[in-house]
């Protein structure tokens, strides 16, 4: 094991894609089809009906169809996938990302996911992950300078993950908080409570 699988391991993080080429052996066909069936079966537990009418399992649907065709070489066709389903969904999974099975995506337009996702993760409306505008420091196994996310992952609407940070298993990224750095596993991160202003006329 890898010093930094070994890290994430003893931090409760689990690094997708980490099984996804065991021994050399690229993304196959049927670990294509377990992977959309288990975002189908999220799907079902939440209570969404048949993801197959849903424009989100759509963008999830067209982004595996691209990482099958990046982990085989055809680079062209990956990207060509890519950009069929920004326009089709507005979303944005490029294919190097890797994300493993059971992703829920109920809104996808606006949603930007660039970067190394768990089992069983669920994006609200434009939650997103990504890099900073700067030079990649490092890669901690979602590509140079991008988040890894564990298993049971939720991200509340317009929860933003950017750099190289790892989201622990299970943790809950609340509504619009913006994380610059690492999540423990089971954590809940809030942003900070609203507060009401005076409105115009109000004395000073």
């Known amino acids: 094991?890898?010093?930094?699988?070994?890290?994430?391991?003893?931090?409760?993080?689990?690094?997708?894609?980490?099984?996804?080429?065991?021994?050399?052996?690229?993304?196959?066909?049927?670990?294509?089809r377990a992977a959309l069936a288990a975002d189908r079966a999220h799907w079902h537990?939440?209570?969404?009906?048949?993801?197959?009418?849903?424009?989100?399992?759509?963008?999830v649907w067209l982004y595996r169809l691209s990482r099958y065709s990046h982990e085989r070489g055809w680079r062209m066709a990956a990207w060509l996938l890519w950009l069929v389903n920004?326009?089709?969904?507005?979303?944005?999974?490029p294919p190097s990302s890797r994300i493993a099975g059971g992703l829920f995506l109920p809104y996808p337009f606006g949603a930007v996911i660039a970067g190394a996702v768990g089992r069983d993760a669920a994006f609200g409306?434009?939650?997103?992950?990504?890099?900073?505008?700067?030079?990649?420091?490092q890669d901690i196994g979602g590509g140079p300078g991008?988040?890894?996310?564990?298993?049971?992952?939720?991200?509340?609407?317009?929860?933003?993950?950017l750099g190289a940070v790892r989201i622990g298993d299970r943790a809950r990224l609340g509504l619009r908080t913006t994380i610059l750095k690492d999540v423990e596993p089971d954590e809940t991160v809030m942003p900070q409570p609203w507060r009401a202003l005076p409105g115009r006329g109000a004395a000073a």
């Open 1 to 32: 094991m890898s010093e930094q699988a070994e890290t994430a391991a003893a931090r409760g993080i689990h690094l997708p894609g980490a099984t996804e080429t065991a021994g050399g052996r690229r993304l196959g066909w049927a670990q294509m």
């Open 45 to 59: 537990r939440r209570g969404h009906g048949s993801a197959r009418l849903h424009r989100g399992y759509h963008a």
């Open 86 to 93: 920004g326009w089709w969904t507005g979303s944005d999974i």
């Open 125 to 137: 409306v434009q939650a997103s992950i990504g890099g900073l505008l700067k030079e990649p420091d």
């Open 146 to 161: 991008l988040p890894a996310l564990g298993d049971g992952v939720v991200l509340e609407a317009g929860a933003i993950v």
